[in-house]
């Protein structure tokens, strides 16, 4: 059996830059403090785990304590609601994005997982908000570790346990950052690229790149190619 990995943030829903927005906002507020730069660029981990954490201690100069990190996790999920009642329209999927997923449910052989930085209940209201099914996917999240490499580790032991026990031939990652490429390599995983954030890489490592979903064949090709079926 095969694996498709798949991320959240700007590879499913279109949500990397209010992500971003919001995380400096709930993050600020906690500390009684301004907003703060959560851009994934500017953090070791990049999850929401890991910028709550790493964020806090440059403000504080201490780790911060577990009631800090859940306020800060409630503060996010309430922003979230508080948004998508105010402009709902801000919640959308990468353009084909449910469709793929619908095609991949019927690839046989191929089993799906996401692996994604958001902590859980974060991802889960992305989805559901931009209208992506995610029903029956196994999913890692930042509740599982702050660091991304475990995090698609742990997707993958999630899947080969929804699965029926199974190891996985071959497995591809679908990312839009650069992280999500470099943690693909370091694991062995293919990688193929989504959305304008990757693209630029590929004039120093070959990958298969997509904008969207849009041209679905044009992507399941790229996957069945990295799958080697």
Request: charged share 25%.
């Amino acid at each position: 059996m095969n694996l498709v990995l798949l991320d959240i943030d700007g590879t499913l829903t279109q949500s990397y830059e209010y992500d971003r927005e919001i995380f400096g906002i709930a993050i600020g507020e906690v500390l009684g403090v301004p907003p703060v730069d959560a851009d994934l660029n500017g953090y070791i981990d990049k999850t929401s785990f890991g910028v709550t954490q790493e964020a806090i201690k440059r403000l504080t100069g201490r780790d911060p304590d577990p009631d800090e990190i859940d306020q800060v996790k409630r503060n996010v999920l309430q922003r979230f609601h508080e948004m998508h009642r105010e402009s709902h329209q801000k919640f959308n999927e990468i353009p084909g994005a449910s469709r793929f997923l619908e095609r991949l449910r019927k690839l046989n052989g191929v089993g799906i997982a996401i692996a994604t930085g958001c902590w859980r209940t974060e991802a889960l209201f992305k989805l559901q908000a931009s209208n992506l099914n995610v029903d029956g996917i196994p999913m890692a999240t930042s509740d599982d570790s702050k660091n991304r490499l475990q995090i698609m580790e742990i997707a993958v032991i999630k899947a080969g346990d929804f699965y029926g026990n199974v190891t996985f031939e071959h497995i591809v990652y679908l990312g839009d950052g650069p992280w999500d490429l470099q943690t693909s390599r370091s694991l062995g995983y293919r990688f193929i690229g989504i959305g304008p954030r990757v693209q630029a890489l590929k004039d120093l490592e070959s990958f298969p790149w997509h904008q969207d979903f849009l041209e679905i064949e044009v992507v399941l090709a790229s996957v069945s190619t990295a799958l080697g079926m």
